[in-house]
C-alpha cells in the first residue's frame, strides 16, 4: 500500500514505548528480557471451537487523532482507526505481500509502466447508502493535490503524475508523466473519500465529515466522545464477506498514560494493551497475567531519532551533528531503558534487506571524539564558566518531546546529563501530541524527538529530497539539502531495475550517515498484551503486523453486550 511514513510518537504511544515509566532503582539483568522473547507467539484456534461473529474489540488510544480524515492527516492514531473505515482501490496481502483487489476489481498496466487502468467493483456503497464510483476516486486525487489542501507529505508521492480521469463511472485511468517505480501501488492507494459528502463548499481541511467519517470499509463509524472514546460498529452491507471482521464493534479508549492503559487491561475495561519494556519485564510476568493474557513481541518497522533542524545556527555543522551523536550513549540507553528490547540503526532505510547499508558502523558513545569535532567547528569554552560558545553566544538549544511518551523523556534526560557534561545545556520541552506538531511542521523548533515508520519498498524522496526543506508542513523536519542526495532520490524513483536502486540507496545511506540530519536511536521490539479469549492471532511484515480481520472469539467466549 501506499508508502506515507507515518509519525510514529503515537505509535510508540500505543504500542512499544507507550508513557513508559521510569526505570528501575537497580539496572536490570541484560539477558533477561532476551529469555522473555521466548513469549513472542501465536494464538491458534482450539479444537473443537468454530468461529464467531459478535463480540466486540475494546482497544485504547495513546493520543486523540485530531482529525479521520485520512488525506489531511499524517499521525498513527488516525491510521488505526481508518484501515477500518476507508479503502483504497487495491490493498496488500499481509501473508503473500502481493497486491490484491478491492475497491478495484481488476488493473491493466502499460508495458512503459507510465498507465494504469482500474475497474472498479460496481456493487460498492458508501456507509450513508450512496453508490461508490469513479467521480470519487478523482475527486479523492484532486484534493490530495490540491495546494490549498493540507496535505504536502502525501503529495510527493503524486506529483509525477500527468493525468488522473474518469474513463467511465467505474472505470479511471491514471498516468504517470515520467515512470516512477511505486506508481502502481500510488495510484492504487489512495484513500478514496465520498465526494457526495465532502464537495459540499465547506473547507476541506476543517471538514465536518473529518468527525463523522462515512467510508466503505467493514466498519462503520458510529461515535466519538471527545478525550473518551471512538466507536466503530460493523457494516451489514459490507460488499466483501471475506474481508468481513469477526468483531461487531470495535471501541477504541483515548488513555494518554501508559500505566493506566496497563491498569485498564488488568482490570479487563481493555483487550488489548501496548506494553514498554518495562511492563513486559517486570510487570505482566506474574501468573494471574498469564491466565488472562497471551503476551506478544515482534519486530517493528520503524525507528526514532533526535531531528537536528539544519536552519537553526547550532546545527548547520555536520561536525556538530556528528559529535552530538557521538555524545548519545545509546548502548546504555539500550540496556537501560530498553531492556535491551531495541536495536541501534543509523540509517532511515530498513536493516535487514536489500537496500540496507551493512558497511555503515553506528557511532559509538565517545565524548572526547565529539569534543574534537565541537572545536574544530569554533565551539570553545571562552569565558570558563564551564559551557562552549561560539561567537559570543552559548550553546544552549531546546529538545521537544512527546508529553506522555516516558522512554522519550527518559532518554532525554539521560542525554541531558551527557550533553551538559560536554558544555552543552539542552532545554526538555514536554508538549503534547496537538501542541508538539505545530512547531514542528513549521520548522519552528531546535531539535525533536520522533519515529517513522519504514515501507517494504523505500522512497527517500518525501523526507529527504531538498524541495521539502523549506515548505512549511512538509516532512522534511530538519531542513536537509543535499545535490547528491536529491539526484540519487531522483534516479532512484525512475528506476525499475532493482539492483540499480539497491545501489542508490546504499550511497545515499553514506551521504545520511555523514551529514548526520538525524541522530538515529533505536528500532524496539513491539510489545503486545492480548486477552487470551481472543484467538487466531498472527504476524506479518506488514505495517500493523497483524491482520485484525483473522482474530475472533470462540462462541461461547463473548464478552461484552453492551458498552464496557
Not at 29 to 51: C, F, I, Q, R, T
Not at 186 to 202: A, M, Q, R, T
Not at 242 to 256: A, D, G, W
Request: with cysteine.
Amino acid at each position: 500500500m501506499i508508502s506515507r511514513a507515518t509519525y510514529l510518537a503515537l505509535a510508540f504511544v500505543t504500542l512499544a514505548c507507550a508513557a513508559c515509566t521510569r526505570g528501575p532503582a537497580q539496572g536490570p539483568k541484560e539477558k533477561a528480557p532476551l529469555d522473555a522473547m521466548a513469549e513472542a507467539l501465536e494464538s491458534v484456534p482450539p479444537e473443537g471451537e468454530p468461529d464467531a461473529h459478535g463480540d466486540w474489540l475494546v482497544r485504547s488510544l495513546g493520543a486523540e487523532p485530531p482529525t479521520l480524515n485520512p488525506i489531511t492527516s499524517s499521525d498513527a492514531s488516525e491510521s488505526t482507526i481508518n484501515q477500518f473505515i476507508y479503502e483504497s482501490l487495491i490493498q496488500r496481502s499481509p501473508k503473500t505481500l502481493e497486491f490484491e483487489p478491492a475497491l478495484a476489481e481488476s488493473w491493466d498496466e502499460s508495458e512503459d509502466h507510465l498507465t494504469y487502468v482500474f475497474h472498479l467493483r460496481k456493487d460498492v456503497r458508501w456507509h450513508d447508502g450512496k453508490p461508490f464510483t469513479a467521480d470519487d476516486v478523482i475527486y479523492s486525487f484532486e484534493r490530495i493535490m490540491d495546494p490549498e489542501v493540507d496535505a504536502a507529505p502525501l503529495r510527493v508521492y503524486y506529483q509525477d503524475i500527468s493525468e488522473f480521469v474518469k474513463i467511465d463511472d467505474y472505470t479511471v485511468r491514471c498516468t504517470y508523466g515520467k515512470p516512477y517505480f511505486m506508481a502502481f501501488q500510488n495510484c492504487g492507494g489512495i484513500s478514496v473519500l465520498p465526494k457526495h459528502v465532502f464537495d459540499n463548499g465547506e473547507d476541506f481541511n476543517s471538514h465536518s465529515a473529518a468527525r463523522h467519517p462515512i467510508g466503505t470499509g467493514p466498519m462503520k463509524f458510529s461515535k466519538w466522545e471527545t478525550g473518551k472514546i471512538i466507536e466503530l460498529e460493523q457494516n451489514p452491507d459490507y460488499y466483501d464477506e471475506k474481508n468481513t471482521l469477526f468483531f461487531k464493534k470495535m471501541l477504541f479508549k483515548v488513555i494518554t498514560d501508559s500505566s493506566v492503559t496497563l491498569q485498564a487491561f488488568k482490570e479487563g475495561a481493555l483487550d488489548t494493551v501496548g506494553l514498554n519494556p518495562e511492563q513486559w519485564v517486570r510487570q505482566t510476568s506474574s501468573k494471574r497475567f498469564a491466565r488472562n493474557a497471551n503476551k506478544f513481541a515482534f519486530n517493528q518497522t520503524a525507528y526514532n531519532y533526535v531531528g537536528w533542524n539544519a536552519r537553526r545556527p547550532q546545527f548547520e555543522d555536520k561536525r556538530v551533528r556528528q559529535a552530538l551523536t557521538f555524545l548519545m550513549p545509546r548502548k546504555e540507553i539500550a540496556l537501560k531503558v530498553y531492556y535491551n528490547l531495541a536495536r541501534v540503526v543509523c540509517s532511515p532505510v530498513l536493516p535487514d534487506t536489500d537496500y540496507y547499508n551493512e558497511k555503515l558502523e553506528c557511532r559509538g558513545y565517545d565524548p572526547a571524539r565529539a569534543r574534537a569535532l565541537l572545536a574544530e567547528a569554533g565551539w570553545s569554552d571562552s569565558d570558563g564558566d564551564g559551557w562552549l560558545d561560539k561567537d559570543g553566544k552559548p550553546f544552549r538549544f531546546e529538545m521537544l518531546v512527546v508529553a506522555g511518551s516516558n522512554t522519550y523523556e527518559q532518554i532525554a534526560t539521560i542525554y541531558k546529563e551527557e550533553l551538559a557534561r560536554a558544555g552543552i545545556d539542552m532545554v526538555i520541552r514536554r508538549l503534547d501530541w496537538g501542541a508538539f506538531l505545530q512547531p514542528v511542521q513549521s520548522h519552528e523548533f531546535d531539535a525533536c524527538m520522533l519515529g517513522w515508520s519504514l515501507s517494504i519498498d523505500p522512497d527517500p524522496y518525501q523526507l529527504w529530497h531538498s524541495s521539502g526543506a523549506d515548505k512549511e508542513g512538509s516532512s522534511n523536519l530538519v531542513g536537509f539539502k543535499n545535490a547528491e542526495a536529491d539526484k540519487l532520490i531522483e534516479d532512484f524513483r525512475v528506476n525499475f531495475d532493482k539492483d540499480a536502486r539497491v545501489a542508490m540507496l546504499k550511497r545515499f545511506q553514506e551521504i545520511i550517515y555523514d551529514e548526520q540530519p538525524y541522530t538515529f536511536l533505536f528500532m524496539s521490539k513491539a510489545l503486545m498484551g492480548v486477552h487470551n479469549r481472543i484467538v487466531n492471532i498472527h504476524f506479518y511484515p506488514t505495517r500493523p503486523p497483524y491482520d485484525l480481520r483473522e482474530w475472533f472469539v470462540p462462541a461461547g467466549r463473548a464478552r461484552y453486550t453492551e458498552a464496557p
